[in-house]
């Protein structure tokens, strides 16, 4: 997908992650965010942002040590 | 938790001279220790109306006798907390699992963290549920667990710490848990508090003996049930003002708490984009001392299970307990607190534009 941003917030703790993409949702005008984060306390606070943002959470995967959240920062209609 | 009463100092000092011997003592003043003991678990009993009351020196082995008196008196197969009760409370109820040899269930809960219909439903055998009357995080009252109870056979025992006085009490309960320190009252002395007035059966091998602090606990307990049923509604007016004026004054919040089926006093405030552990120090100078649920500002570095269990954002999280006879002024002042300390860490953290 080109219009796909990657965001790695590895290494970083809360509230970073959600912080990183936030700013990266904020700066990009792609859709489609992938965030890398290894801090255990994305997997509760990524869905709160996505529901308090209204984003999609499209799917959260485990990569070994870390986990890849695939969000939907806009809705395809603008809104 | 809430300050001292102004009179704790009094109580405990007049009491630690009146009862300075083990209520064990064979001798005189060990049965004025014994007498004052009985005197102060007979009015925590008649203020809460229980059948009976004793004491523990702390909630989780509050909890330890509460559980395993009942497994003493009836065949119970299993033990259950449920997603959202006290660390200290789950600990309690699996040692007590240990001990007993059942498994420890733990429930779960919908999204204002009351016990789900589908977790009730699924316990098939007769079960001891430890479980909160008020959540000490989100202040979310419990769900109604009469017919359940009844259906079941299970014993309930309540973790009602937070929430005596603020609410009136179910009658569906066996045993319920309190901590005088929730009122202004001491510290180790809490009470069991229960159903029945048959003698415990599981005798504890080292016997209560904190007159004082039992005797302290009990005037407590008095002085604060005669004044809870006003300060419920002034905490309730207090708490929405704080949740219209924050949400008025900030973005990217969100509040848990509040509201007809909740605890007057309790409200959970996350934040985006915030340190935790900036807000609750920037409070603090401010005189406001607020509780956290967020990873960074716990001992544990882990977030807050209540939170995590609700869906609710544990970052930015602090959370609020009213004493009561706050002013409106105060609240005003609190909420002014919040909004200013929120907008200076997120400037300095660089996310206000956010």
């Known amino acids: ?79 | 938790m809430r300050p001292a009463s102004p009179q704790i100092g009094q109580w405990l000092a007049t009491s630690a001279q009146r009862a300075w011997a083990s209520p064990a003592a064979g001798y005189h003043e060990g049965k004025v220790s014994q007498s004052l003991l009985s005197e102060s678990a007979a009015t925590m009993a008649r203020l809460f109306g229980a059948g009976s009351a004793r004491f523990e020196p702390s909630p989780g082995s509050a909890v330890r006798s509460a559980v395993m008196d009942l497994a003493a008196s009836e065949h119970f197969a299993a033990v259950a907390t449920s997603a959202v009760d006290a660390d200290v409370v789950r600990v309690a109820v699996r040692q007590c699992a240990d001990a007993l040899g059942v498994p420890h269930t733990t429930l779960s809960v919908d999204s204002e963290g009351r016990i789900d219909t589908p977790s009730l439903a699924a316990v098939d055998r007769p079960t001891i549920l430890v479980t909160n009357l008020g959540n000490q995080e989100i202040g979310t009252l419990q769900t109604d667990l009469a017919d359940w109870a009844t259906a079941t056979g299970a014993a309930v025992v309540l973790d009602a710490r937070c929430a005596l006085g603020w609410t009136d009490l179910p009658d569906y309960w066996d045993a319920l848990i309190a901590d005088p320190r929730a009122w202004g009252g001491p510290g180790g002395a809490c009470a069991v508090l229960t159903r029945s007035s048959a003698e415990p059966r599981d005798v504890d091998t080292e016997p209560f003996d904190n007159v004082p602090a039992a005797v302290a606990a009990a005037l407590s307990a008095e002085q604060w049930m005669s004044v809870a049923g006003a300060a419920r509604e002034s905490a309730r007016a207090h708490l929405a003002t704080i949740g219209r004026r924050l949400h008025h004054g900030l973005t990217g919040i969100e509040t848990h708490g509040g509201g007809p089926s909740a605890l007057p006093h309790v409200l959970s405030i996350s934040v985006l984009y915030v340190d935790a552990e900036a807000l609750q120090s920037a409070l603090d100078k401010r005189g406001f001392g607020v509780g956290s649920g967020s990873a960074c500002a716990s001992r544990s570095g882990e977030p807050s299970h209540v939170l995590a269990a609700i869906g609710g954002l544990t970052s930015g999280n602090i959370r609020v307990g009213l004493p009561p006879g706050l002013s409106a002024d105060t609240i005003e002042r609190f909420a002014d607190a919040v909004i200013d300390v929120v907008t200076e860490v997120r400037e300095e953290m660089g996310t206000a534009w956010l």
């Open chain 1, 1 to 79: 997908m080109s219009d796909e941003l990657l965001v790695d917030a590895r290494g970083t703790r809360c509230p970073y992650p959600v912080i990183e993409l936030a700013r990266a949702a904020a700066s990009s005008p792609a859709a489609h965010v992938v965030l890398l984060a290894d801090d255990p306390v994305a997997l509760t606070d990524v869905p709160a942002w996505c529901r308090m943002r209204h984003a999609e959470l499209l799917r959260v995967e485990k990569c070994g040590d870390h986990w890849r959240f695939e969000i939907l920062t806009r809705h395809p209609d603008g809104r």
